[in-house]
């Protein structure tokens, strides 16, 4: 199988190379330059530009613009275009451009509780890219709705995400039932699910929570 990863660098990004890597053939689908295990090849984007995608079995689309905690509440203004950017226009485009090219079955990573007429920012624009998708009618859609991710990022974690980290972990011992796919969740496990749920015969449209690990 070819697969194709976007977003190729981040926290889940890179666990679904690693992952995939072992089986199958794999291109990222990235920005810049990057040291990827050396079974895997590179294709270099540029996202304000226009380009063309290769022929694959599935699109993987991790893209996501690095939010600080506060703006998951209330967005500021300065951080709104650029959010807006990556985790719409960036995700349509590619998402257009791979239906365009033949690639029918695509997987995306959203968030828990996205809706389009949501009042916070963050997840009313991750329920409108879910809209958008949905409408280019896809052979399989995969959604995917983390709640908060854990794992080792790149650049260090401010101690206020650590904080939130520390309480949420113990408070989401209490969440239970349909409440469970808001605790944190691991990167590595979404990543996994991703993997698994992309070669299932599952068509049409899928919605993945923590729940669903």
Request: aromatic share 10%; with cysteine.
């Amino acid at each position: 199988m070819k697969y194709f990863v976007a977003g190729s660098t981040g926290l889940i990004g890179k666990n679904l190379i690693n992952i995939l890597s072992e089986n199958h053939q794999v291109t990222a689908l990235t920005r810049r330059d990057y040291k990827f295990p050396e079974n895997v090849d590179q294709l270099i984007l540029n996202y304000e530009n226009s380009f063309e995608l290769p022929q694959a079995d599935h699109l993987f689309i991790c893209l996501g613009f690095p939010v600080e905690l506060l703006d998951l509440i209330v967005m500021r203004g300065s951080v709104k275009k650029l959010f807006y950017k990556v985790d719409y226009d960036y995700v349509c485009h590619l998402a257009e451009k791979a239906k365009s090219n033949g690639i029918e079955n695509v997987s995306v990573i959203s968030a828990v509780g996205a809706h389009a007429k949501s009042l916070n920012y963050y997840l009313k624009i991750k329920g409108l890219m879910e809209q958008k998708l949905k409408s280019l009618n896809f052979k399989k859609l995969n959604i995917f709705q983390p709640s908060h991710l854990l794992g080792e990022r790149d650049k260090p974690q401010g101690h206020d995400v650590k904080l939130f980290e520390d309480i949420t972990n113990f408070s989401g011992q209490f969440l239970f039932g349909p409440l469970k796919k808001f605790k944190n969740v691991a990167a590595a496990d979404i990543a996994e699910l991703m993997a698994k749920k992309s070669s299932d015969s599952s068509n049409g449209v899928n919605i993945y929570t923590r729940l669903d690990i």
